[in-house]
């Protein structure tokens, strides 16, 4: 496989990404959730994407941790990490920091809330984006609302689209269940979010290079 399409491939599962649930009144405890999810390629375990959502009354904090290493008759091909801190108000991103080896390529992105203002900085560059904007949130049923989604490892907004596709059985966790499949596209290859009947996310699965390789993400 070429090192394009191992890119390709992380940066779909990075599209990172990244985790369901409301905000909790000031009078109950945090809570944390935490989706530890194993990332295939065709079907071979390259590693693993870790989200832990803790929500308290002033909203939610999420830690998105990926490791992935791709072997090739043994050798490794190809070694990709990411890391991504978000606070979330509402479901509205508050701020976000990411920092990424890609391989060796470094990049990092950060987001500020000022206002009604997206204030987002990748290396050298700054944009400002208006209004309530999240990420590639899975692990949050709003996302199936919205029109734009910020890639935490690019700091690019897509514009998307996000619909119901059928749905899909798959084992989660020893048991195979049924899952309902929604597509998004608009960022560099439609991703299926898989999402149990009552709204969890289960899954992910993406088809890249041309169609050639599948990408996944299952819970053992």
């Not at 649930?21 to 079907?43: I, K, M, N, Y």
């Not at 900085?121 to 910020?150: D, E, F, I, K």
Request: hydrophobic fraction near 35%; proline fraction near 4%.
């Amino acid at each position: 496989m070429r090192d394009a399409h191992l890119r390709l491939a992380c940066r779909l599962l990075l599209a990172t990404v990244c985790a369901s649930g409301t905000s909790l009144s000031h009078a109950e405890e945090p809570s944390t959730r935490v989706h530890a999810f194993e990332a295939l390629l065709d079907g071979h375990r390259i590693g693993e994407h870790r989200f832990t959502v803790v929500a308290d009354g002033r909203g939610r904090r999420v830690t998105s941790e990926a490791d992935f290493v791709v072997r090739v008759l043994g050798f490794e091909a190809y070694r990709y990490r990411h890391r991504t801190q978000e606070q979330w108000s509402g479901d509205c991103l508050a701020g976000l920091t990411s920092t990424t080896d890609d391989d060796g390529k470094k990049a990092t992105v950060t987001l500020t809330r000022a206002g009604e203002a997206n204030d987002i900085t990748t290396g050298t560059a700054s944009t400002s984006v208006p209004g309530c904007l999240m990420s590639y949130a899975y692990w949050n049923p709003a996302l199936l609302r919205q029109t734009r989604l910020l890639n935490p490892q690019t700091g690019h907004v897509d514009a998307v689209q996000v619909e119901h596709v059928g749905a899909r059985r798959l084992p989660v966790h020893g048991q195979v269940v049924s899952a309902e499949v929604w597509r998004i596209t608009g960022g560099e290859a439609p991703v299926d979010v898989l999402l149990s009947p009552t709204g969890e996310w289960v899954g992910l699965d993406s088809l890249v290079a041309k169609g050639k390789h599948r990408l996944s993400y299952r819970l053992p």
